[in-house]
């Protein structure tokens, strides 16, 4: 949104509060705009920024005590018009674990700053459970929470196949390839790791091959007609 459209909904009595939520910005670089253009800032006693008309950037020290006193990041970036990105890089500075989301949550719903459920439980805790398994554009993947690189507690079947036979992780930017061209054969002897560079040149080989043998095939269908003299 433009700042003068800001200034325009603003003297067309949009609260603040309704700006920073249309926005997504914080209230102190919002009220710091409006007050730069000669507006007056009305009376904001209640609601969710209230006694917050004399807000200033905070310091290291306040930001570490506001943390460790239960606020979520996008309290403090709210609060003080810092950005989200900005309090994480001071947070990690002063060597202070980052809370996940859903620590986060957990931490609002214990102290009673969020009427919410519990968090619906994942896993085998699921009532929609099915075993750990799925298939996702024909590849298998099976429930491995613990696993460095798993999505969403998930990994491809013919990584963790791969990886335990040869009891390593498998080398960045390297791909398992099936030998057979089935994505769902992950028996060991059908799997390869190859970089990706050197996957996609055996996949220029193939196709190279598809190629010839689709030209030979063509042509023993529709044979040249034999020569009149």
Excluded: C
């Excluded at 896993?123 to 099915?130: R, T």
């Excluded at 963790?160 to 060991?188: A, S």
């Amino acid at each position: 949104m433009r700042t003068a459209e800001i200034i325009e909904k603003y003297k067309n009595g949009v609260s603040l509060s309704a700006l920073v939520r249309e926005t997504h910005g914080s209230f102190y670089r919002l009220r710091r705009l409006l007050e730069s253009h000669g507006l007056q800032i009305r009376d904001i006693s209640g609601g969710k920024y209230a006694g917050w008309q004399n807000l200033r950037p905070l310091e290291e020290e306040e930001i570490k005590k506001l943390y460790l006193g239960g606020k979520s990041i996008t309290h403090i970036a709210e609060r003080s018009g810092i950005p989200r990105s900005r309090i994480t890089r001071k947070l990690l500075n002063l060597k202070i674990r980052i809370r996940t989301p859903h620590e986060q949550l957990n931490l609002e719903y214990s102290r009673g700053r969020k009427k919410i459920e519990p968090p619906h439980p994942s896993g085998p805790e699921s009532p929609s459970w099915k075993g750990g398994r799925k298939i996702h554009n024909g590849y298998v993947y099976l429930y491995a929470p613990d696993h460095h690189s798993a999505k969403r507690g998930y990994k491809q079947e013919h990584i963790l196949v791969w990886e335990k036979v040869h009891q390593r992780h498998l080398p960045k930017d390297w791909i398992i390839h099936h030998l057979n061209g089935i994505k769902d054969d992950n028996r060991p002897e059908n799997l390869e790791a190859l970089s990706d560079l050197a996957h996609k040149r055996k996949l220029q080989i193939y196709q190279k091959r598809i190629r010839e043998l689709e030209a030979r095939i063509q042509q023993l269908e529709n044979p040249p007609l034999p020569l009149e003299f």
